[in-house]
């Protein structure tokens, strides 16, 4: 398995206050991506980094901010919570592919937050 | 937003048989992803196709990435009670920006 640590696991907060979730990798890869996921939705783009420093939005980026100051952490802040963000949310990781082009993004566990 | 299509949404077959779903979409894409993904879990990668029309297996699974490099197949074969799960695809684009846009996920039920 991929060294990839997703916490909190579980978090339940309240409308309208800021949360952060934090993503931890042991894998020195270039590339790290913040996706959530809803039933009927799959799994969607919020922010992916390809660098410290260095953040791009997906397709679902409004209302989240990201930051990544170390190669090993990605981390998603909500900066106002709303019922419409409660979801599963996944970090994911891939490497800066070789000559051959090739490479895979692999996944954390994900963390289940609701929002009251 | 940006997704694949994936069909179907769900199945459920019987312990034993085949099982075959797949993505399509209007882009082309560089490379195609299979996960698994059980519950309460995160997904899983399956398999990873690179060249158009390349034909890969993992044991009882086969994908292909189709010729057009706009969709991708996944096979199950003699599907047992362990298959159950969310299968989804995954694209990756070919603009060089290393994003995965990933289909809704296909249900799969196996009846023992």
């Known amino acids: 398995d991929a060294g990839i640590t997703q916490s909190p696991r579980h978090k339940v907060t309240e409308t309208g206050t800021p949360v952060t979730l934090r993503c931890h990798q042991t894998?020195?890869?270039?590339?790290m991506y913040w996706y959530r996921q809803d039933p009927g939705h799959g799994l969607r783009l919020i922010h992916y980094?390809?660098?410290?420093?260095?953040?791009d939005k997906g397709e679902v980026s409004d209302g989240y901010s990201v930051s990544r100051s170390k190669t090993e952490d990605f981390l998603l802040t909500l900066e106002s919570a709303t019922s419409s963000q409660t979801s599963v949310y996944f970090c994911?990781?891939?490497?800066?592919?070789?000559?051959?082009?090739?490479?895979?993004?692999?996944f954390g566990q994900g963390t289940r937050l609701t929002v009251v | 937003g940006q997704q694949l299509n994936q069909s179907p949404q769900s199945m459920f077959i019987q312990e034993g048989e085949d099982v075959s779903m797949n993505c399509t979409s209007s882009?082309?894409?560089?490379?195609w992803l299979w996960y698994k993904q059980d519950p309460g879990e995160g997904p899983v990668l399956l398999i990873a196709?690179?060249?158009?029309?390349e034909l890969t297996s993992n044991g009882r699974l086969t994908a292909q990435f189709g010729i057009t490099r706009k969709d991708s197949f996944l096979n199950i074969s003699a599907s047992i009670p362990s298959d159950v799960g969310i299968y989804f695809c995954?694209?990756?684009?070919?603009?060089?920006?290393?994003?995965?846009?990933f289909g809704t996920g296909t249900r799969l039920k196996v009846l023992a």
């Open positions: 994911a990781i891939s490497e800066f592919p070789g000559t051959d082009d090739r490479t895979e993004a692999f």
């Open positions: 980094s390809y660098g410290v420093k260095d953040t």
């Open positions: 995954a694209g990756q684009l070919s603009s060089g920006t290393y994003k995965y846009i």
């Open positions: 882009s082309i894409f560089n490379t």
């Open positions: 894998e020195n890869h270039r590339y």
């Open positions: 196709l690179y060249k158009a029309g």
